[in-house]
């Protein structure tokens, strides 16, 4: 699940002596994210202005996975994170299961003010990625595929496919690619998403795992199109390699902010949550790496330039073109039930 | 009337055994923290979860995805082991048969890509199967094919992948065992008028079989396991065992159903094993004597 690069238990490592070794501020919270390019733009976006504008200390912390680490500290009874910045779906589950705190939004204006579907009881979207149909421009230099029934029509655009190896948006696609429309998707005709996928099946050339591998895959000319994340495309083009994607049926993905339960700073957690989606932080992401805010009043601010704001998933008129993923659906047994039929999907 | 006296020589063997096991100590204490008590730990989670609890066994037993790709491990083991035999045979055999320094330089180049990361040497293979890759270019300015030929992301190319980072498992107990075999006995052979062919049919062949299966036995167990190369070269679709291990952990978020196809996959290792222990000492296989 994790598309940012991360610099996983060194850093982790380092977290936990930095924890030990943090001055005795009068309030501080211990904040996760994934590692990286990535938590290093949010460090200077987010982190650093919010811990001067509270007067808090923000430590910090990183792992690509938290999952597996949020069981193990709130069942321990003792956890020493507050906040984790963790894909949406972890933060409804962890919630259902008492891993999470329940938030009162009365307490975070800013994240109150955020539509409803940028938000869960437990927890407020951080920022938004998208899965978006990516395409060589030396194979298709125009007319090329612009929605999923296009990538579906091996007739009209011939060329060489690869889907993600998970069904996380990859039903979302077929079932557009069947007709549905973006803002019909949910809940998932999950029968109708697979029997879509069996027709394109013998001509998905890669089922990739990783964001790296899906940039290798369209770099090296592999495959002619492709489902990828938007932020790994872009910068294949940046390299110079003749690439693009379109946002159109996109899926609009994010990750957000909850706190642990029984978190040892829980006050500040709550403070700092509402700082860190504040519209003029969330502007910020964006100017330091190719993720949109998760926020959307982020764009009401004059800090992202418009040029830079129609190359971000989440700007309004992109957003309006996607498809916004519920994770609600994909946390409950219905979603569950998908994730496990993927396994024999594949292998059959 | 006997009485029994104390023998002085029996008494200073049991306190040689008790030395013995007091240097082996650590070392055991060691093995016994990091794997047995982890493996064990992980075992039991494969039937406990909540109270006693079958059901992770019952679904590897049941549900066809994981006799599929159980077939499908062994199915790729067993060509694996075939290939790295058949090219990894000669290549023991000439290591034994040039002089000493050949001999050196040979084993040199099988070892040397084990410093090489796997990762680093499946990405190398991607960079030269691929449809753009140096293969199917070459392939392509010769004329020889006028389409890419599809030599990766499929199981062809997670095999290719795997023979080369486990042909040096096959040859170094080849080279092992050809390394005994008396040359005399080969001399004498020729004396008695074989042909080079016969003696090697007859004589050499039949003396390097325990390498030939020490060496089957480590490349076939090794593969089984094998992670990297199918996850990176096979396409999504060559879903082996160990992919199955690390993909129920993400699906069922607990342990023990990860670890119920572990424990099976660890079990059929241990059969075949037992087996090959009935022709052939383990130590030979893993200790390479």
């Known amino acids: 699940m994790t598309m940012k690069q991360n610099l996983g238990l060194g850093c982790a490592l380092l977290g936990a002596i930095g924890l030990t070794t943090a001055a005795d501020a009068a309030e501080q919270i211990t904040f996760v994210s994934q590692g990286g390019a990535y938590q290093q733009a949010q460090t200077v976006a987010i982190l650093d202005p919010s811990a001067k504008k509270l007067g808090i200390t923000i430590n910090q912390d990183s792992i690509p996975d938290a999952w597996p680490a949020i069981k193990t500290q709130v069942g321990s009874g003792k956890p020493i994170w507050d906040v984790v910045d963790t894909p949406t779906g972890y933060c409804l589950r962890g919630g259902e299961q008492g891993l999470i705190e329940k938030l009162d939004f009365s307490k975070i204006p800013n994240a109150a003010a955020m539509p409803e579907a940028y938000r869960s009881p437990y927890s407020v979207s951080y920022e938004f990625y998208s899965s978006v149909l990516a395409f060589s421009q030396k194979t298709f230099p125009k007319d090329a595929p612009n929605s999923w029934a296009d990538f579906w029509d091996v007739k009209k655009f011939p060329g060489r496919r690869a889907l993600r190896n998970h069904p996380i948006a990859t039903l979302e696609a077929a079932l557009m690619a069947d007709g549905v429309a973006p803002d019909k998707l949910y809940p998932l005709d999950v029968d109708r998403a697979f029997k879509k996928l069996e027709e394109i099946k013998p001509n998905i050339t890669v089922w990739w795992t990783s964001g790296a591998q899906s940039a290798q895959l369209l770099n090296d000319g592999e495959v002619d199109m492709e489902m990828a994340w938007n932020g790994r495309v872009s910068a294949v083009a940046k390299e110079g390699a003749k690439v693009t994607f379109t946002y159109n049926q996109g899926i609009l993905q994010s990750t957000s902010l909850c706190i642990l339960k029984g978190a040892p700073n829980l006050d500040t957690a709550v403070k700092f949550l509402n700082e860190a989606v504040d519209p003029v932080h969330q502007a910020n992401l964006p100017l330091n790496i190719d993720y949109g805010p998760g926020n959307p009043k982020a764009f009401e601010t004059s800090v992202i330039k418009p040029e830079r704001a129609a190359q971000l998933p989440s700007e309004p008129a992109n957003a309006a073109k996607q498809a916004l993923m519920s994770y609600a659906w994909w946390s409950s047994p219905a979603g569950e039930a998908a994730e496990k039929r993927w396994a024999s999907f594949m292998q059959k | ?289």
């Open chain 2, 1 to 289: 009337m006997v009485t029994s006296v104390p023998d002085p020589s029996q008494k200073h063997q049991r306190r040689e055994h008790g030395l013995m096991l007091a240097l082996v100590s650590p070392a055991l204490l060691v093995i016994l923290l990091l794997i047995v008590l982890p493996v064990g730990w992980l075992a039991w989670q494969s039937i406990y979860h909540d109270g006693f609890t079958l059901e992770n066994y019952r679904r590897v037993f049941t549900e066809d995805i994981y006799w599929r790709s159980f077939a499908l491990t062994f199915e790729i083991s067993l060509a694996v082991t075939l290939i790295a035999l058949l090219l990894g045979y000669p290549v023991a055999y000439l290591a034994n048969s040039v002089p000493k320094g050949w001999s050196i330089l040979i084993l040199s180049l099988v070892v040397l890509p084990f410093w090489t990361s796997v990762l680093v040497r499946a990405y190398a293979w991607l960079a030269l199967l691929q449809r753009t890759g140096v293969i199917n270019q070459f392939l392509r300015y010769l004329d020889v094919i006028s389409e890419p030929l599809a030599l990766v992301h499929n199981t062809f190319g997670t095999v290719v992948a795997t023979v080369h980072i486990l042909l040096p498992f096959m040859v170094l107990p080849l080279y092992a065992t050809m390394q005994k075999i008396p040359g005399d006995l080969m001399q004498a052979g020729a004396s008695l008028g074989a042909s080079p062919s016969l003696t090697f049919a007859r004589v050499f062949l039949p003396l390097s079989l325990p390498g030939v299966l020490a060496g089957c036995t480590m490349v076939f167990v090794l593969c089984l396991g094998f992670y990297i190369t199918p996850e990176l070269l096979g396409g999504g679709r060559t879903v082996m065992v160990s992919m199955l291990v690390s993909r129920n952990v993400e699906l069922y978020n607990q342990f023990g159903a990860a670890s119920a196809v572990a424990v099976v996959l660890l079990l059929g290792v241990l059969l075949i094993f037992a087996i090959v222990s009935r022709f052939i000492s383990l130590d030979r296989i893993l200790g390479q004597k």
